[in-house]
Nanobody, 124 residues
Framework: QVQVVESGGGLVQAVGSLRLTCKAS????????WGWFRQPPGKEREEVSC???????VYPDSVKGRFTVARDNAANTLYLQMNSLKTEDTAMYYC??????????????????WGQGTQVTVSS
């Protein structure tokens, strides 16, 4: 049984930082692309960053230069370092992986294994 568990969310002031952690079990972690996604209140889920099995990273313009994704394959863990946070970063943040191994696009529709999410709230 695959389990994906996010942690590290919370309330932070604008321009502050947070580090999210995602631990996975029940699948071969290192062969998958992994992604961070978020869903702001009343909006659709969107991509935040993805990292391939080879370590290639993808970021949308909205977080580029502020967020950094990293993976520790030995620990089956994914990280998201978020710096210079803005109020518009407020959302539920999710960690996810596609069903198949290898490279995947960084779009929520292509991801199959999801965690329950961790809330990030940025105050002004």
């Amino acid at each position: 049984q695959v389990q994906v568990v996010e942690s590290g969310g919370g309330l932070v002031q604008a321009v502050g930082s947070l580090r999210l952690t995602c631990k996975a079990s029940g699948l071969v972690f290192h062969v998958h692309t992994w992604g961070w996604f978020r869903q702001p209140p009343g909006k659709e889920r969107e991509e935040v960053s993805c990292i391939s099995d080879a370590g290639t990273t993808v970021y949308p313009d909205s977080v580029k230069g502020r967020f950094t994704v990293a993976r520790d394959n030995a620990a089956n863990t994914l990280y998201l370092q978020m710096n210079s946070l803005k109020t518009e970063d407020t959302a539920m943040y999710y960690c996810a992986a596609p069903r198949r191994a290898g490279w995947s696009t960084c779009k929520p529709r292509d991801y199959y294994y999801w965690g329950q999410g961790t809330q990030v709230t940025v105050s002004s």
